[in-house]
């Protein structure tokens, strides 16, 4: 026999259910949350998602940078693999930031998570090659700063 719930308890659960929504913060998305992020500050949408977009160019900035100066010290053998590794890494870079950003489909707060993903993402990746290929650059005289 199947339970049937009454109107008022029915509408009592979805109002609640809707109040959490409404009051869950925007920050709680997993990549403004990191210690590390820099946009952290309480602002609105707008102002966070504008913060997270220049930060994911001084990210991009800083990776193509490194990546360039890496690119110095390769033989043309390993520029290929370079070259294939990071046209890949794209690809899961922008797949995996859409992916969040769907998870906020419709809301105010997905411009903003897709930029901070972006950022974080695009930072780590500069780490990544920092430490992969860091002995080589001051085997050569080009280490970083």
Not at 30 to 36: I, K, L, S, Y
């Amino acid at each position: 026999m199947r339970c049937m719930q009454s109107q008022p308890v029915a509408h009592l659960r979805l109002l609640f259910l809707a109040t959490c929504l409404f009051l869950t913060d925007h920050a709680s998305a997993q990549h403004m949350n990191a210690p590390d992020a820099p946009c952290r500050g309480p602002a609105s949408n707008a102002e966070t998602t504008a913060c997270f977009i220049s930060a994911s160019k001084t990210a991009d900035e800083q990776l193509n940078k490194i990546y360039v100066r890496i690119g110095e010290v390769l033989s043309a053998d390993e520029q290929k693999d370079l070259q294939a590794a990071q046209r890949l890494w794209l690809r899961f870079r922008d797949t995996n930031c859409s992916a969040e950003r769907n998870l906020y489909a419709g809301g105010s707060a997905a411009p903003m998570v897709y930029a901070a993903c972006i950022e974080a993402n695009t930072r780590q990746r500069t780490t990544d090659l920092k430490a992969m290929y860091g002995w080589r650059l001051q085997k050569f005289g080009k280490a970083i700063e």
